[in-house]
T-cell receptor
Framework: QKEVEQDPGPLSVPEGAIVSLNCTYS??????FMWYRQYSRKGPELLMY??SSGNKEDGRFTAQVDKSSKYISLFIRDSQPSDSATYLC???????????WGAGTKLIIKP | DGGITQSPKYLFRKEGQNVTLSCEQN?????MYWYRQDPGQGLRLIYY???????QKGDIAEGYSVSREKKESFPLTVTSAQKNPTAFYLC????????????FGEGSRLTVL
């Protein structure tokens, strides 16, 4: 079993829909949780960063961490075609530890 | 503008040849990393370096080599010993002790014919 599980998709939704992307993990020591966005043939860029449990909101994006369920989510409101990309979750026990990555979910927003 | 520059963007090589991928950063970051990305898989760490003249193997170091002679540069050599070298290679850097955020280059796509 992988340490971090993420459905690779693709996930296809109409423009304007609310998107929910998720990762599950097995290591209860993870405390740092990140979401990266990767456009085709580009490097990933950090989208959201959360420490420990709780929610974090940034514009149309909300990141949630549920440590009791070992489950993290990224919500995108009012989705746009420009949100079409692969979304990778990543997590670590400590900021000095190596990140453990999910496989990435390919998201397609249809105009 | 600060950032990470990887070159070449696309590279074709024959089987049995060594190839070197370049990674240069002007972010003044101490730590640098090389990842490999294959379809349907997460990023896998090849090598990382926390400081000049020092580097450590990641999860899939076999068939790869690196050097860190300058803070700004962290080249990766894909040797003929790497059994399946065709992949997308990503270089990244970070500030140790910070949030752990990685800053990535645009990647190098290596195809071995």
């Amino acid at each position: 079993q992988k340490e971090v599980e993420q459905d690779p998709g693709p996930l296809s939704v109409p423009e304007g829909a609310i998107v929910s992307l998720n990762c599950t993990y097995s290591n209860s020591a993870f405390q740092y949780f990140m979401w990266y966005r990767q456009y085709s043939r580009k490097g990933p860029e950090l989208l959201m960063y959360t420490y420990s449990s709780g929610n974090k909101e940034d514009g149309r994006f909300t990141a949630q961490v549920d440590k009791s369920s070992k489950y993290i989510s990224l919500f995108i409101r009012d989705s746009q075609p420009s949100d079409s990309a692969t979304y990778l979750c990543a997590m670590s026990e400590d900021s000095n530890y190596q990140l453990i990555w999910g496989a990435g979910t390919k998201l397609i927003i249809k105009p | 503008d600060g950032g990470i520059t990887q070159s070449p963007k696309y590279l074709f090589r024959k089987e049995g040849q060594n190839v070197t991928l370049s990674c240069e950063q002007n972010l003044n970051h101490d730590a640098m990393y090389w990842y490999r990305q294959d379809p349907g898989q997460g990023l896998r760490l090849i090598y990382y370096s926390q400081i000049v003249n020092d580097f450590q193997k990641g999860d899939i170091a076999e068939g790869y080599s690196v050097s860190r002679e300058k803070k700004e540069s962290f080249p990766l050599t894909v040797t003929s010993a790497q059994k399946n070298p065709t992949a997308f290679y990503l270089c990244a850097s970070s500030v140790p002790g910070g949030s752990g955020e990685l800053f990535f280059g645009e990647g190098s796509r290596l195809t071995v014919l």
